[in-house]
């Protein structure tokens, strides 16, 4: 096989796999992947719902809908901008904070689990190569 496609394969097995633990370890606690995105770019720091569509890659209706069932339970807020009204920003409410707390998954935990049983010789070879992959592709972009 061309190793650019088994590169490929590997890549989306590999996001297939922490896409399926994230969904499982999410799920106890009823947000999805998309939820956990958005409330990652809320977290520290309110954003707009253009800002929040442009880090995660979503359209701006998508993200949206995420932000209503996120209000519905009472995650976030919308707050209007105090000196433009036509800016509406989106910000954590403190049962993010309780969230964070109990879900795994945004722990250090988690990831310890994962790699659980790796040497740290074959730790190190994935650190590496990750590394390489990502300064390529990042030169290629600039």
Not at 24 to 44: A, D, N
Not at 66 to 71: N, P, Y
Not at 82 to 110: C, G, H, M, Q
């Amino acid at each position: 096989m061309n190793k650019s496609l088994h590169i490929r394969d590997l890549l989306k097995r590999l996001n297939k796999t922490f896409g399926t633990m994230a969904t499982k370890e999410l799920s106890q606690y009823g947000v999805t992947v998309p939820q956990l995105m958005v409330i990652r770019e809320i977290h520290p720091d309110p954003k707009t719902i253009g800002q929040i569509s442009k880090a995660v890659d979503l359209s701006y209706s998508t993200v949206s809908g995420i932000i209503d069932r996120l209000e519905r339970e009472q995650l976030v807020e919308r707050v209007r901008d105090e000196n433009d009204r036509r800016v509406v920003w989106i910000r954590k409410t403190p049962k993010i904070s309780e969230l964070f707390a109990k879900v795994d998954f945004f722990s250090e935990n988690f990831y310890k689990r994962i790699f659980h049983g790796f040497s740290d010789e074959d730790l190190d070879i994935i650190i590496q190569s990750m590394e390489t992959l990502i300064v390529k592709l990042e030169e290629r972009e600039s």
